[in-house]
C-alpha cells in the first residue's frame, strides 16, 4: 500500500491556481512533519513547503514564498498545497513526503522517509 497518494494534478494557465492534496495511510500522520516537493525535468528535487506535526510552523522556498500555502488535517490525514498565481516555472512533478522526525522542519528531501507517487503539474505560458 503507497503511504501517501497526491491528487492529480493538471494543466494550468499562468496566473492561474491549483490546490494539491496529499492523503495519508500512515498511522503515524499526527507526528508526521510533512512537505510538498517538486522535480522538472533535468533538475534535482526541491523543497517547495513544509509544515509541522501541529500545522504551527511552516516554511516556504524562496521561488513560492507568498503564492502557495501548505496546511494540514490531521483529522483527516491529508496535507494540501495551495498554488496560486502559478508561472510556467512551477511545472513539475510535486511530490508529498513525510518525517517521522519531529521538530526541525528538514528542507532536504533525504531527510524524508515516506513518499507519494508524484503528480504532474503544468503550467502554460
Known amino acids: 500500500q503507497v503511504p501517501l497518494v497526491e491528487s492529480e494534478g493538471g494543466l494550468v494557465p499562468a496566473g492561474g491556481s491549483l490546490r494539491l492534496s496529499c492523503a495519508s495511510s500512515?498511522?503515524?500522520?499526527?507526528?508526521?512533519?510533512m512537505g510538498w516537493f517538486r522535480q522538472a525535468p533535468g533538475k534535482e528535487r526541491e523543497f517547495v513547503a513544509l509544515?509541522?506535526?501541529?500545522?504551527?510552523?511552516?516554511t516556504y522556498a524562496d521561488s513560492v514564498k507568498g503564492r502557495f500555502s501548505i496546511s494540514r488535517d490531521n483529522a483527516k490525514k491529508t496535507v494540501y498545497l495551495e498554488m496560486n498565481s502559478l508561472v510556467p516555472e512551477d511545472t513539475a512533478v510535486y511530490y508529498c513526503?513525510?518525517?517521522?522526525?519531529?521538530?526541525?522542519?528538514?528542507?532536504?528531501?533525504?531527510?524524508?522517509?515516506?513518499w507519494g507517487q508524484g503528480t504532474q503539474v503544468t503550467v502554460s505560458s
Open positions: 500512515l498511522g503515524t500522520f499526527s507526528n508526521n512533519n
Open positions: 513526503a513525510a518525517d517521522s522526525n519531529v521538530g526541525i522542519l528538514y528542507q532536504r528531501p533525504s531527510a524524508y522517509e515516506y
Open positions: 509544515i509541522s506535526t501541529s500545522g504551527r510552523r511552516t
